[in-house]
């Protein structure tokens, strides 16, 4: 199963349009994209949304709790989206889950990028709802377009959100996604 998340809250302080808004909108995009020409992957699909991530993961981690090892075992890995749209992104950070031996999906993600000569930069687990299904030993990838100036501000509102770099993120979740689902899994 390839289980595809974003988190939904943001801090008191912010509107969260990029912190974020901007990872759940490429996620939803990506889903109804999936729904809408009907694909028939090869691996089960879920896409997932968490609350109170900002005060600790809360969302994510009652998730996973909550899961059998068998179901975890279900899940060959767990692509986190957090600040998909940020302003002046020079590269995508993508994750690498060294300790679980994830290779396909931050492989798919950094050759699409390669393809499209954008730069990634490598980062590891945590920080964000991914550090709850690595914490449980499920593989995970994803990427992140760095933080923002505005992070946790209020100045995090639309104005906040680079459209061509949004349109990007998502462009590159759909088009990975498409590729691990036409997939059967490695193990």
Not at 43 to 71: C, N, Q, T
Not at 157 to 177: C, R, Y
Request: charged share 20%.
């Amino acid at each position: 199963m390839l289980l595809t998340g974003a988190h939904l809250d943001s801090v008191k302080e912010s509107p969260g349009i990029n912190d974020n808004g901007s990872g759940t909108a490429a996620v939803l995009a990506t889903a109804l994209q999936v729904a809408k020409s009907r694909l028939d992957p090869e691996r089960h699909l879920r896409f997932a949304w968490w609350g109170a991530e900002e005060p600790g993961l809360i969302g994510s981690a009652d998730y996973v709790g909550k899961l059998s090892g068998a179901e975890r075992r279900r899940i060959d890995v767990y692509l986190n989206f957090d600040q998909a749209g940020s302003k002046n992104t020079q590269q995508w950070l993508v994750v690498h889950d060294d300790e679980h031996g994830e290779t396909e999906a931050q492989q798919a993600f950094e050759s699409w990028f390669a393809e499209r000569n954008i730069p990634t930069f490598d980062i590891g687990v945590g920080g964000s709802d991914h550090e709850s299904f690595g914490n449980a030993g499920i593989p995970s990838s994803g990427f992140s377009t760095g933080i923002s100036d505005c992070i946790h501000e209020a100045c995090d509102n639309l104005a906040n959100v680079d459209p061509k770099t949004e349109t990007t993120s998502t462009d590159a979740l759909i088009g990975v996604l498409w590729k691990l689902a036409a997939t059967i899994a490695r193990r």
